[in-house]
Nanobody
């Protein structure tokens, strides 16, 4: 499974960005979880938003009401719409997918097997 992220940029606080994650190379036809994580310098990687193959979602409390995860199953693309961005949202954002399915849609990075290279988001005040 290959994951490639797009859309990172530098924006002012209060602005918006949309990240995209293109998935390829999988022959697995079962359910799985896919989503977005972020890691700022000196901090641990944290889960931001997860979506499963049924469209169920899970969000970190810090982004609820501001970020929306969605997917285009036909194109194998997962999106993260980020609104009302804050300086504390600045980080490298990674797309990740599980091997198999977790009904809890975990935000813990250790549950995810496949990772992209990341895309940088910088929010200035």
């Amino acid at each position: 499974v290959q994951l490639e992220e797009y859309g990172g940029d530098s924006v002012q606080a209060g602005g918006s960005l949309r990240l995209s994650c293109a998935a390829s190379g999988s022959t697995y036809s079962g359910n799985y979880c896919i989503g977005w994580f972020r890691q700022a310098p000196g901090k641990e990687r944290e889960g931001v938003a997860i979506i499963d193959t049924n469209g169920r979602t899970n969000y970190a409390d810090s982004v609820k009401g501001r970020f929306t995860i969605s997917r285009d199953s036909a194109l194998n693309i997962v999106y993260l719409q980020m609104n009302s961005l804050r300086p504390e949202d600045s980080a490298m954002y990674y797309c990740a997918r599980t091997h198999g399915y977790w009904s809890s849609l975990p935000l813990a990075a250790r549950a995810y097997t496949y990772w992209g290279q990341g895309t940088q988001v910088t929010v200035s005040s």
